[in-house]
């Protein structure tokens, strides 16, 4: 079974950049695509994007592109989300999620515990 | 892009109550639905896939049913443990959209 651990919470300021982690265990990593959930405080689930780590494929929702920027390093197993500039309306947990495809639907089968990013002057 | 809408948004119930919460899809979807649960402070986790497959693991009082625009989740004999938030969600081409969430209460 594959586990995803993420890295902890972070405090930032408005207008600071971050790049939070999601590590992978298991020797498939490379195989299933590794996505991004945000949820904010007392709201639902949003999906923003995901990436393939094999070849670094990625997909991004439209209300996300341009907002963030997923990388991959395999030497770790690790995922990664990015800001440049981060905003209050950022604040949320981020989940790191593995998509699962039966014959023709996918769904998340795996998730990373969440990482709280608190955006704050 | 296909919307999904769920009802109601939230619901109170006893132990051994059984809920249903509903699912509404703007496009057919055929049986491309799934259901989490998420318990506060906890990631979310899958319940049900292919609108009505039973994910390993996951108590029988778990049920999914559906086809096309409309789909149900049915907890039958209500547990405390089962206090969460309840998602639906469609995959299509490389996005997932999820539904609003059911939030279930103990009465």
């Known amino acids: 079974e594959v586990q995803l651990v993420q890295s902890g919470v972070e405090v930032k300021k408005p207008g600071e950049s971050l790049k939070i982690s999601c590590q992978g265990s298991?020797?498939?990593?490379?195989?299933?695509?590794i996505g991004w959930v945000r949820q904010r405080p007392g709201e639902g689930l949003e999906w923003m994007a995901m990436?393939?780590?094999?070849?670094?494929?990625?997909k991004y929702s439209p209300s996300f592109e341009g907002q963030v920027t997923m990388s991959v390093d395999m030497s770790v197993r690790t995922a990664y989300l990015q800001w440049s500039s981060l905003r209050a309306s950022d604040t949320a947990i981020y989940f790191c999620?593995?998509?699962?495809?039966?014959?023709?639907?996918?769904?998340?089968?795996?998730w990373g515990q969440g990482t709280l990013v608190t955006v704050s002057s | 892009d296909i919307q999904m809408t769920q009802s109601p948004s939230s619901v109170s119930a006893s132990v051994g109550d059984s809920v249903t919460i509903t699912c509404q899809a703007s496009?057919?979807?055929?049986?491309?639905l799934n259901w989490y649960q998420q318990k506060p402070g906890k990631a979310p986790k899958v319940l049900i896939y292919?609108?009505?497959k039973l994910q390993l693991g996951v108590p029988s009082r778990f049920s999914g049913s559906g086809f096309g625009t409309d789909f149900a989740l049915t907890i039958s004999n209500l547990q405390p443990e089962d206090l969460a938030t309840y998602y639906c969600q469609h995959y299509d081409n490389l996005l997932f959209t999820f539904g609003p969430g059911t939030r279930v209460d103990l009465k």
């Open positions: 496009h057919d979807i055929t049986y491309h």
């Open positions: 999620a593995r998509r699962y495809c039966t014959s023709n639907n996918c769904y998340i089968d795996s």
């Open positions: 292919d609108a009505s």
């Open positions: 298991g020797n498939i990593f490379s195989s299933f695509w």
């Open positions: 990436i393939l780590p094999g070849d670094s494929s990625t």
